[in-house]
């Protein structure tokens, strides 16, 4: 059966009248953060299920898709343009790899010290521990750190692994964003070759513009947090945001303006999650997959309210859009690598002004009172860039936190004094 674009924008939509899909719990391990949660906006159960239905749900589509001819594509960083792999053809999935248990498994394949999210990715894959990495078509990394670099090297090395990897530059001159394009082009000619479809101008138009509705979406509803009435909880916001990944992104962006008309009305309706006095609570850092989830939580169990995460997976992803003024594919991969390649600042880069002059804006835009700069154990560029973050917040005025996490962190007693000690130290 021969694929269409149009079967590749389709491929994950869900049914949101199936009764199936509406009876999907959020799976445990997400549920116990959400238990004690009150107020929740009503749309909030469908989100619910659309995380419940990652397990099985989700794969049997992603499964039939591929029978049918389609092509899936593992991705590893915010770096990765998924705007090009749709105008290929192909399904991205970001492939997080988010387990402490991956992450044990990975030891087969790399030092126990290297960090867990790596050790996870190499492990979904090559001990095929999860089943989306270890069907994916093609996989996509990038050169950011050198865990990743080695990794995918190791990856390239197993027979079964189409591994294609961007050469990330780690400064930004112009020379360096030149070199990004190019390795677009590069990417591009890559993934032409598995899907056999053409990125065209159109294909690639289409593509930067429904990903640009999806990110117009998000930032609707985080527009929500940074006003006196705040209707959502960071929490919500969170799941909300891991939903990129398990729907089809036109329905995801028709999904969230929904919720954002709901949070209208809550707003109307004088529905506040925040008191006056609730510190306001920005988070940074590197990527910590549930650990993110388990520091929401016990910063709003314990008073706070957690209103921007400048990570990978929120502000920094998917707050910049793509310019749509453009006339060729040449001028469409200039303004993709403006926001890939310029507007990411990652701790890959040095010098990183951009993430001090995001984290500075930030605090004003959200109204923050504190800064939580966490960081994934092993993870020694974020680790490291603390100084020059706690440093341009110091000058500033603006109270921070330096935490380290670990993927199964046992030590949450130790994690939640420090949290609830700043929480108080700022209130
Ligand atoms: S922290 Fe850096 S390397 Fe990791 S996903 Fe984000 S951009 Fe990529
Ligand atoms: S968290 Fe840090 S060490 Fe781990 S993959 Fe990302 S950049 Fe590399």
Not at 90 to 110: D, I, R
Not at 287 to 308: C, D, K, L
Request: charged share 25%; net charge negative.
């Amino acid at each position: 059966m021969t694929i269409t674009q149009q079967d590749v924008w389709g491929a994950l939509e869900i049914d949101i009248n199936n009764p199936e899909l509406l009876a999907t719990e959020l799976p445990p391990q997400y549920a116990c953060y959400y238990e004690e949660s009150e107020d929740r906006p009503e749309m909030m159960p469908l989100f619910d299920s659309i995380v419940g239905q990652y397990g099985e749900g989700l794969l049997e589509k992603v499964l039939t898709y591929q029978m049918n001819g389609g092509k899936l594509v593992g991705t590893y960083c915010a770096h990765i343009p998924n705007e090009l792999i749709y105008a290929a053809g192909a399904v991205p999935l970001g492939l997080c790899s988010a387990n402490s248990t991956f992450a044990e498994m990975g030891e087969q394949y790399m030092p126990p010290n290297t960090c867990p999210l790596v050790r996870a990715s190499i492990s979904a894959r090559l001990a095929k521990a999860c089943p989306y990495a270890a069907n994916a078509d093609l996989l996509i990394g990038e050169t950011s750190c050198d865990a990743k670099t080695k990794a995918w090297a190791i990856m390239d090395d197993d027979a079964e692994t189409d591994m294609h990897v961007i050469y990330l530059p780690k400064r930004k001159e112009r020379s360096d964003f030149e070199h990004f394009k190019n390795e677009l082009y590069i990417m591009i000619q890559k993934l032409e070759e598995v899907t056999g479809f053409e990125v065209t101008e159109e294909s690639l138009r289409e593509s930067i513009e429904i990903l640009n509705d999806r990110r117009r979406a998000i930032n609707r509803m985080w527009s929500f947090r940074k006003g006196d009435v705040i209707p959502i909880s960071g929490k919500d916001c969170l799941l909300v945001q891991e939903c990129t990944n398990y729907i089809a992104p036109k329905q995801y962006a028709e999904l969230v303006n929904q919720l954002c008309d709901e949070l209208d009305e809550r707003v109307e309706r004088g529905i506040n999650l925040v008191e006056e006095d609730t510190p306001r609570i920005l988070i940074s850092g590197s990527p910590t997959g549930m650990q993110g989830w388990n520091i929401n939580n016990m910063i709003e169990q314990s008073g706070g309210m957690v209103v921007a995460e400048e990570t990978c997976s929120s502000l920094r992803l998917h707050e910049r859009l793509i310019s749509e003024d453009a006339d060729s594919i040449d001028d469409m991969l200039e303004h993709t690598t403006d926001k890939y390649f310029n507007g990411i600042h990652c701790a890959c880069f040095t010098p990183n002004v951009g993430r001090m002059d995001d984290l500075l804006r930030l605090s004003e835009e959200y109204q923050i009172d504190g800064v939580m700069d966490i960081n994934l154990k092993f993870c020694q560029i974020f680790d490291t860039e603390n100084y020059f973050v706690s440093k341009a917040l110091d000058e500033e005025g603006i109270p921070n936190i330096h935490l380290e996490v670990d993927y199964g962190d046992d030590s949450s007693g130790q994690m939640l004094t420090r949290i609830q000690a700043f929480l108080e130290m700022i209130a």
